[in-house]
T-cell receptor, first 113, second 115 residues
Framework: DAGVTQSPTHLIKTRGQQVTLRCSPK?????VSWYQQALGQGPQFIFQ???????QRGNFPDRFSGHQFPNYSSELNVNALLLGDSALYLC????????????FGEGSRLTVL | AQSVTQLDSQVPVFEEAPVELRCNYS??????LFWYVQYPNQGLQLLLK??????LVKSINGFEAEFNKSQTSFHLRKPSVHISDTAEYFC?????????????FGIGTKLQVIP
């Protein structure tokens, strides 16, 4: 049973560029949440997708957008990259019925130069 | 809005000694509480959770946490730590009232077990 998989694992971009990160949830899960974890910080909630719609959003600008596909996989897009966007981006999947129990991938490490 | 405060950024402790990692939360509604662990170069894993019922919850590897509503705390304890417990531990809170739950994390506590 595959867990949560994320790609790519590492990437380097320059300021102003755009990036797309991908996530496949754990088998049986229908909800995907994205988190940003800056160095030395806890994960910060970006948004959550369920039934292909954004259901909740954290305090992130519109440069951060996402999508969920019919197979429950998800993408996180960040436009007009800033140096401050450098972080580990974590995808977590869950089943709507299980209160807050998240399964995390190993993350995508984004470096913005 | 909900928030989590982890008072200690780093906790060094000798092997086989007891440890307590502190967590306080703030929320205007009932909550679920969690501890997640992150080993180096890995994603977060659920360690234990409090949803309802007994206020003392335990993990399979000897950790336990107690929900204290009056003190809004959910401290994590282990009576005797091992080298393999070296990791970063995150306390988290989930708002019960929303139809779609958002989990909010603290900044983490790095547990360093010294041989």
């Amino acid at each position: 049973d595959a867990g949560v998989t994320q790609s790519p694992t590492h990437l380097i971009k320059t300021r102003g560029q755009q990036v797309t990160l991908r996530c496949s949830p754990k088998s049986g899960h229908d909800t995907v949440s994205w988190y940003q974890q800056a160095l030395g910080q806890g994960p910060q909630f970006i948004f959550q997708y369920y039934e292909e719609e954004e259901r909740q959003r954290g305090n992130f600008p519109d440069r951060f957008s996402g999508h969920q596909f019919p197979n429950y996989s998800s993408e996180l897009n960040v436009n007009a990259l800033l140096l401050g966007d450098s972080a580990l981006y974590l995808c977590a999947s869950s089943f709507q019925g299980l209160a807050g129990e998240l399964f995390f991938g190993e993350g995508s490490r984004l470096t913005v130069l | 809005a909900q928030s989590v405060t982890q008072l200690d950024s780093q906790v060094p402790v000798f092997e086989e000694a007891p440890v307590e990692l502190r967590c306080n939360y703030s929320s205007s509604v009932s909550v679920y509480l969690f501890w997640y662990v992150q080993y180096p170069n890995q994603g977060l894993q659920l360690l234990l959770k409090y949803l309802s019922g007994s206020t003392l919850v335990k993990s399979i590897n000897g950790f336990e946490a107690e929900f204290n509503k009056s003190q809004t705390s959910f401290h994590l304890r282990k009576p005797s730590v091992h080298i393999s417990d070296t990791a970063e531990y995150f306390c988290a809170v989930s708002d019960v009232s929303g139809g779609y739950q958002k989990v909010t994390f603290g900044i983490g506590t790095k547990l360093q077990v010294i041989p």
